[in-house]
């Protein structure tokens, strides 16, 4: 039994230094060591040993159980080592190599148009509002002077998710959330951005999602001179100091009386165009003094009260302030398109 344990040391030791990889140096161990290697074998056999020969015999088994693990020990070392560097080799980088330049982001040009708007508001004392885009029927249409079966409502071709339920056709809703909030205990100052859905067929100037952003302004003494000086402000922050602004009768069911603003046109500063039609004028938005049932169904006893209110939308203003004249380049997230109109909040595509 010692010249067998002997000579398992001797292979062994021989197939380690031969070995050129873990999973061969693994093989053997297990070949050896294992529960079923040849050294684990031989040792099993020690039972028909005499009681003399087991402690000799033993001793030399542990010897060479301890040389072999030893050796498979400093050859796994040294393995690991030959890997590493070879690795290091594979993976070795060129320091010398010029550098990627970073590309930064920036907003969006309709989210900078929106900002901008809601600086100037900001700067004339209106708040912020939000409200939710999967909107109730009275909020987004009987709320504000649509009764069910109006006429008006075939204006605004609508997503409904339920009879009750529907995506929002404008954001008008925050208006009449806000005002059923305070049920005319306070005055309301506030414009209200977001998206508004419809069923509109996509091409150059409709998207069935695009944004708008609506204010209201209630409080005592509330006069249309006010609603006029406030666009007149905003149209020359938004279009230039020489823009002109007028405003025409119109209809809509939540204001009375209502208007239509137009700005001067920046191309040929109202001497007719393509571009304004001949006429030197270019619709911006719509507008009117608050109905008084629309301000009596939120609370606010229209004897007292008066008030106006303003829909745009920053896609159209967007269009007509950078010439712009297909909507849906603005969500087709072409990099080519954005990158030229980083300097609207200096932002880098």
């Not at 040849?38 to 000799?56: A, D, F, Q």
């Not at 809703?173 to 806000?178: D, F, I, K, L, Y």
């Not at 005592?220 to 001179?225: C, I, L, N, Q, T």
Request: charge should be neutral.
């Amino acid at each position: 039994m010692k010249d067998e344990l002997n000579s398992i040391q001797v292979e062994t030791l021989e197939k380690i230094q031969n070995a050129y990889t873990s999973k061969e140096l693994q093989d053997i161990k297990v070949a050896v060591l294992g529960k079923k290697g040849s050294l684990t074998s031989v040792l099993r056999g020690m039972g028909k040993l005499s009681k003399e020969e087991r402690p000799v015999v033993g001793e030399l088994a542990n010897k060479v159980r301890e040389t072999i693990s030893a050796e498979i020990d400093q050859k796994s070392n040294v393995l690991e080592e030959q890997a590493m560097e070879e690795q290091l080799k594979k993976e070795a980088i060129d320091v010398t190599l010029p550098g990627r330049p970073v590309q930064f982001g920036g907003p969006h040009l309709l989210t900078s148009i929106i900002e901008e708007i809601e600086d100037l508001f900001i700067g004339m004392g209106f708040e912020i509002k939000e409200g939710p885009e999967v909107e109730t029927d009275y909020y987004n249409f009987e709320a504000l002077n649509l009764p069910k079966n109006h006429p008006a409502r075939d204006m605004q071709d609508t997503f409904y998710i339920t009879n009750e339920l529907l995506l929002r056709t404008h954001t008008s809703p925050v208006q009449a959330r806000t005002m059923n909030q305070y049920k005319g205990t306070q005055a309301v100052k506030m414009i209200c951005p977001g998206k508004v859905y419809r069923r509109d067929t996509d091409d150059a100037t409709h998207s069935h999602q695009f944004t708008q952003i609506e204010g209201l302004y209630v409080d005592k003494d509330v006069r249309m001179s006010d609603l006029k000086g406030i666009l007149d402000k905003f149209a020359k922050k938004m279009f230039g100091q020489d823009r002109k602004i007028r405003l025409r009768p119109s209809f809509f069911p939540f204001t009375e009386p209502s208007v239509e603003m137009d700005i001067s046109c920046k191309v040929c500063n109202g001497a007719g165009c393509s571009v304004c039609k001949k006429t030197g004028w270019i619709e911006i938005l719509g507008a009117g003094m608050v109905h008084p049932r629309v301000l009596k169904m939120a609370g606010y006893d229209p004897e007292v009260y008066t008030g106006f209110a303003f829909g745009m939308g920053p896609d159209r203003i967007a269009m007509l302030k950078y010439g712009i004249d297909d909507i849906r380049q603005f969500y087709t997230n072409d990099k080519r398109f954005l990158r030229q109109y980083h300097h609207a909040k200096g932002g880098i595509l």
